[in-house]
């Protein structure tokens, strides 16, 4: 298996600085601007789950994120404009159902293409 470096024209992975004091997950959503939280728990997603005081890439792509997302934006969506629910693990392990029903998320971010580069791809929370 081939290790993928990010260069500055070039990220295969999405960062998520948890600076909060509880384990949070992360969930990356292409399709804004709808707000509506994905239906998979992120449970099932090992790379989901951040632990408190720790950083971690919430999503990988195995060519350049900036082009994966510009190819999504041409070919489905007509904005360049990624979603990132964070939401309180506890939460999520307790009950998802419920976190989706009643909107728990402890944020919301939209980032474009330009801004995720000028984050160098690393979003901090909260």
Not at 31 to 42: G, H
Not at 67 to 83: F, G, M, V
Not at 113 to 119: A, D
């Amino acid at each position: 298996m081939k290790c993928e470096k990010d260069t500055t024209n070039c990220h295969h992975n999405l960062w998520l600085n948890n600076q909060a004091e509880k384990d949070v997950y992360a969930v990356v959503n292409f399709n804004y601007p709808d707000t509506s939280i994905p239906l998979q728990n992120p449970m099932a997603h090992q790379r989901a789950f951040v632990e408190a005081g720790q950083r971690k890439p919430i999503y990988h792509q195995s060519g350049c994120l900036e082009n994966a997302i510009q190819d999504y934006t041409r070919n489905y969506e007509p904005k360049d404009t990624l979603i990132i629910f964070v939401f309180d693990a506890a939460e999520v392990q307790a009950n998802w159902d419920q976190v989706r029903l009643q909107y728990k998320v402890l944020k919301r971010f939209d980032y474009s293409i330009h801004e995720l580069k000028n984050t160098n791809f690393s979003i901090d929370f909260p």
